[in-house]
């Protein structure tokens, strides 16, 4: 809200909602967007319909998100590392998981973006405000796995600096 006065925005409108249940009819938005939020969600699947269902015709629905490692082992630690981050984590999604979520939601890929981002984590756990003892368990973590788990993860005089891979999806109702 303080961005939007900030910048002489007038036309925008800010509510509190389940994203399972979003308070609009059917057909309110022709853009639907979501950032940095489908891996706190139990089930993304409900979740894409219920943004298809307020998408109006000739919508678009933008996703934007990290992905995890195809590899089962390593996808098991990297959500791990971010549980431990951030306990309101449930799970980040492989490419494939998420191409099966779009076909049973009825949506299809018209563009796809990955976007590879090196992250200190310093900056990283301050995002979430951690506690010391987050910080320190969390880094023990790190330091355990390391490039075993692909996360690019590199400790040089005590820095630890990983890479995420994030994904932005530009979906339309098949």
């Known amino acids: 809200k ?7 925005v007038g036309n925008a409108e800010f509510r ?3 994203m399972e249940n979003l308070p609009f009819p059917d057909g309110s938005f022709e853009i639907v967007t ?3 939020v489908f891996h706190h969600f139990s089930d993304p699947g409900r979740v894409l319909l219920e943004m298809k269902r307020v998408l109006a015709p000739g919508g678009r629905i933008m996703l934007y998100d990290i992905l995890t490692s195809e590899d089962s082992r390593a996808a098991r630690i990297h959500n791990q590392i971010e549980k431990q981050r951030d306990p309101s984590h449930v799970r980040m999604l492989q ?3 998420y191409l099966e979520i779009f076909v049973k ?6 563009a796809r973006d990955v976007i590879l981002t090196k992250r ?29 788990a692909r996360l690019g ?12 891979t994030n994904v932005a999806w530009l979906l339309v109702p098949s």
């Open 2 to 8: 303080r961005q939007a006065a900030a910048r002489g």
């Open 16 to 18: 509190v909602a389940e």
């Open 34 to 36: 979501c950032r940095f």
């Open 95 to 97: 490419a494939t998981e």
């Open 105 to 110: 939601t009825g949506l299809q890929v018209r």
């Open 120 to 148: 200190e984590f310093k900056e990283w756990m301050e995002i979430t405000g951690a506690d010391e003892e987050t910080v320190r368990l969390t880094r023990a973590l790190f330091e355990s796995v390391g490039e075993q």
């Open 153 to 164: 993860v590199r400790i040089a005089d005590g820095t630890i600096t990983f890479t995420h």
